[in-house]
């Protein structure tokens, strides 16, 4: 299984970014799909997930309303759209996929991409 994250980059304040994550060797449709963060010495953190069939998601209170999760299953990837970025949102951010169910917990994750750096500038 790879979950290969890409589409990170220098954002300044107030911008916008997608990041998109494809996954390969496992049932893409089966799996939902979560984007997590992690800034320099500080946990790894939940963001959005999104349910196998994109007809569910969920958000951390922080990025409520500023950021989007969706999925197209035709291509095996999900995106992040983020907008009205703000400094604490600069961090890795890594997608995982978890069979079946949706799940804001690390520990509820099976498989886990590489990360893409976001850094979002003042």
């Known amino acids: 299984v790879q979950l290969q994250a890409s589409g990170g980059g220098l954002v300044q304040v107030g911008g916008s970014l997608r990041v998109s994550c494809t996954a390969s060797g496992l049932t893409f449709n089966s799996y939902a799909m979560g984007w997590f963060r992690q800034a320099p010495g500080k946990e790894r953190e939940f963001v959005a997930a999104i349910s196998w069939s994109g007809s569910s998601t969920a958000y951390a209170d922080s990025v409520k309303g500023r950021f989007t999760i969706s999925r197209d299953n035709a291509k095996n990837t999900v995106y992040l759209q983020m907008n009205s970025l703000k400094p604490e949102d600069t961090a890795v951010y890594y997608c995982?996929?978890?069979?079946?169910?949706?799940?804001?917990?690390?520990?509820?994750?099976?498989?886990w991409g590489q990360g893409t750096l976001v850094t979002v500038s003042s």
């Open positions: 995982a996929a978890r069979l079946r169910f949706l799940g804001s917990q690390v520990r509820d994750y099976n498989y």
